[in-house]
């Protein structure tokens, strides 16, 4: 059955040479391979880490759990950065976003096991900059809380 446009993820949209991302690459077989989404002002993201994501038992790796406020952010970036100019984003020219900065706060600790959920909040677009606020719930708490600065790659680093 063929997939409607509304149906893809931010991530889908990045061309082949770009996906593979070990976060979000949609092409990265051994990766979290994120899916984020517009969910009204916020957009949200799932993935549930696998036992080996462990930091200690039960718990999960705050590694893994950047990788998640990395990932939704800069895809979240990437999609405020087309709104932003009124256009979608399988449109041209591209807009390639990446990490300038990456702030992490880890509030409790995160469950193994259950479903995350990761949400994001646009707070800026300027230029070529977008900061996006991120944050991971499991079992109904806000675990993590992340700040994502993203800048889109200047022409001359573009590969697509
Ligand atoms: C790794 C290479 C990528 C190759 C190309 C791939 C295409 C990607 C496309 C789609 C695929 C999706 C992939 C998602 C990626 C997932 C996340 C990652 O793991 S990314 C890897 C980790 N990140 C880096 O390796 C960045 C290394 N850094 C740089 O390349 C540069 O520093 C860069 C492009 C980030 C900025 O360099 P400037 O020379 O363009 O920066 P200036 O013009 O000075 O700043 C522009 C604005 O950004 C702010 N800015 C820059 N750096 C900042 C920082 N560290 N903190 C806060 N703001 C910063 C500045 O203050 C300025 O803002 P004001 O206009 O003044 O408001």
């Not at 994120?34 to 705050?62: M, N």
Request: hydrophobic fraction near 35%; aromatic fraction near 8%.
């Amino acid at each position: 059955m063929q997939r409607r446009m509304s149906d893809l993820a931010f991530q889908d949209y990045y061309p082949d040479d770009v996906s593979h991302c070990y976060g979000c690459g949609r092409l990265n077989e051994h990766g979290i391979q994120l899916k984020s989404r517009w969910d009204g002002e916020e957009s949200v993201a799932y993935y549930t880490p696998k036992p080996y994501h462990t930091a200690v038992p039960g718990y999960v790796y705050g590694g893994m759990l950047a990788s998640l406020i990395d990932c939704h952010g800069t895809g979240t970036a990437a999609a405020a950065g087309y709104r932003a100019e009124g256009r979608t984003m399988d449109s041209q020219p591209p807009l390639r976003y990446v990490t300038a900065a990456l702030n992490v706060n880890y509030l409790r600790p995160t469950p193994l096991g259950d479903p995350l959920e990761v949400r994001g909040r646009v707070k800026e677009v300027k230029g070529r900059k977008v900061v996006v606020e991120a944050w991971i719930i499991a079992g109904g708490e806000v675990c993590v809380r992340g700040e994502v600065v993203a800048v889109q790659l200047p022409e001359a680093m573009r590969q697509s």
